[in-house]
């Protein structure tokens, strides 16, 4: 392989417009190891017409080249793992020898064994997962090279390991954002390369390459699987039950190369420490290989193994081992650094040769790493017996429980339901909308994992979140550490039959509770259904019973003009059986108790007509996730519309203009009188975290803002030395904790929500001062903020003073404000009902 020569910069810095001095050498070639390989397989700048490098690749190129190696070779199969948002193919290549490719489904089927117990001693498993960054593109290249060289290589060392070893390669994780960052790269680079960092090449437009297409970081949905993509990953996993990942990224330009090791005092106490220990002695063969290349690296620092949504932390907790590899950027074709040129040749030799190295290191310590994973497994499915376990509850909303199920079974825990009512901790477990997890069974750590409240820790430092409490973001019923007979339980639940309507019905009630009461009620107004919903509860009769709604409950007529009364009928009856809904049709208008229902208390749904605030002046993983959600979920068609376009449209044409976590320092004085005349119009202006700054600023709201000048004055900053600043940054910094949240349930934007208290994710700083009357808060912190994760003691003490959510008057419109992001990474279903009320309630407040 060629070697760089490293600018020795001592003390200087570069200029960022500095172009690399004449005497610098620039490493603008790729080169595969000199050995004797196979004719008749294509190599990669044959089958591109050019050198691997010279241009970004498309993933259309990268699908067509693994299609042509699983044709032309015996060593190749091809695995599918479904299709991106935008149906891009997802494919990884299966490498090892022709004699083990011959027997591919013994050794899946011996694979499907491990967890539970069987001691499989056959060929290593090493997957190789390249790009889940769509933008860090040096590993996609690496990969393709990659697949070559193992098919191709005559080498002794390759045969062996091809004997022992079968090897995934998933070249791209995120096709979609591959596609975008390859698009804009190829366009706007120059045949002369110049390595300026100011250079349009490196900055991407606002949506960049990162991201999938509904803007999500797919290295946090791991854990969450709120993506195609994610559910095809996990699901090869899972198949494959790899002994070692690797995980190939790219970070800031101005870095050198690091590998795990991360900081040892932020890992996750449930990764075992043999796992750490194997993690390093691999690590020394990263060392040899670059340090051969004369390539800087460093380990232990800057990157953890905490958070479990990530892919190189994933397979700690699933019997693997994960490694995490960033290379430094070039962002494009190359660019200037502090340590000379970054090109993308050099970052694809560097990804290339850690590729290697993690192959080699594997195959060394193959007997080290089938017992790792054997040991790992026993002692999962020892800690406990198939009655002990967590019991979960929903309140008797089906969708939310089955949306969980789903999660459980593919991360393959086992779960079983209710068939009789439990009993536990003064709380009650419904049959059929409950269920149990034992934790005698292989995947226990990943359970612990998934329920984890801890509050302390050694390092209060994160690199993501610091709890990721699924029972939080389902708002979930939870009682831990119990015993479940066997006779309680069931392995399937009966399947919902909405209540038939009869000729007698005058009207169709909807209890609001449920998660998809939300989605339903979108269908019905996309169809031209009218409907109301209660600010007070009722009690009605439903044929034989008494049954008792609360605040937010729809109401539907059965009588309405310009529709055919059999028509809506029948598409309420579809519609309520499509959401899983149950539906209570009435044959009077007079209640048993509380409002009748031609009550004025009955306030109709105006239907809704977002525009959703884009582009540079907003975080675009946020805006994403407010677009999946009301694309995927509500099915609500959404307008984007670039903040600088603001000022240009005509917002009386929606309803609801709506502001995802941002800065917006760019819109001018004049958007913000716009918007004003707007929500005096009798327009809904909703906004988040960053966004709510902004509406105070230009007086959108009238409620104080607590922000990070206040936050500031908590600290005691006397007495700290330089060597303190990182203590105290993260001390500061709410990267990302669960918090308790006290809720008004009389107040519309929490019509629905079944607990007075609900725990958000929380990761800024914002929050708001007590409203003054007459705006009233419709969420408060709790005197115990912290649910879990870490939040300084000074932010535990201060935020019960403050408020999550309000609601504000101006005209005949209102400004709707929260502190934290109710639908973060579409994964917490808790709170999606209360930004659903602030769609489709927003004229009763």
Known sequence: MKKLALLSLGSLLLSSSLLAPAHATIHTEFTLPSALYSSDLMTPENYLGYPLGEWHLRHDQLNGYLKLLAQQSAKVSLEDTGFSHERRQQLSVVITSGENQKRLDEIISQRATVKAGNKVDGPLVVWLAYSIHGDEASGAHAAMALSYYLSASNEPWVKQLLNDMVVIITPSQNPDGMDRF??????????????????????QHWERGRFNHYLADLNRDWLFLRHPESQGRVALFHKWQPHYVGDF??????????FQPGVPERTHPLTPKQNQALTDKIANYHRSELDKMGQPYFSKQSFDDFFYGKGSTYPDINGAIGVLFEQASARGKGVNSPNG???????????????????????????????????????????????????????????????????LAQHKIDFEYLNRNINQNKLTFAKQDSLFIPYGQSQHALIR????KRHSFKDETFYDVSSFDLSAAFDLQLAEEVNVSNKYQTSSIKNHTPKAITPESVAVLIDWQQSNAAPFLQSLLAKGINAKFSTKPLTVTSGAKTQTLGSGTLQVLLNQDDVNRDSLVATMETEAKRHNVNITPVSTFAAVSGI????????????????????????????????????????VPVTLVDADNLSRVNLSDYSH?????????????????????????????VAQKGAISWLKQHKLIQTEVFNSKQANELFDTKGLTFGDQDSLRARKTIGGAIVNIDLDNSHPLNFGVTNNRIRLMKNHIVAFEAPKAPFISAGQYHQSPLASGYMAPEYQQHYPKLHSMIAERIGQGRVIGFAENLVFRNVWLGSEKIYSNALFFSNGL
């Not at 310590?365 to 009655?387: M, P, S, T, V």
């Not at 994992?449 to 984890?452: G, Q, V, W």
């Not at 109709?604 to 540079?616: C, E, H, I, Y």
């Open 449 to 452: 994992a998934l329920f984890d």
């Open 249 to 258: 990224h790219e970070m800031g330009h101005r870095s050198s190369y690091f």
């Open 341 to 407: 040129a970054v090109t993308l040749e050099r970052a694809i030799q560097n990804q290339f040769a850690t590729s290697i190295s993690s192959l080699k290191g594997t195959l060394a310590l193959k007997k080290e790493l089938h017992a790792y994973q054997i040991e790992f497994f026993d002692k999962q499915r020892n800690k406990a017996g198939r009655q002990e376990g967590v019991l979960i509850s929903a309140n008797n909303d089906p969708h939310r429980l089955q949306q969980f199920a789903e999660i």
């Open 657 to 685: 203009v709506l502001f995802a976590h941002g800065w917006y320092a760019s819109l001018s004085t004049k958007t913000a009188d716009k918007l004003k005349q707007f929500a005096q119009s009798g327009g809904t202006i």
């Open 182 to 203: 390859a698009n804009w790269a190829n366009n706007n680079r120059s045949n002369v390369l110049n390595l300026d960092p100011n250079n349009r090449e490196h900055h």
């Open 596 to 635: 009748d229902l031609g009550s004025p208390n009955f306030v109709p749904v105006t239907p809704v007509k977002p525009l959703l605030v884009t582009s540079d002046s907003t975080n675009p993983m946020e805006v994403g996730q407010l677009w999946n959600f009301l694309d995927n979920t509500l099915k």
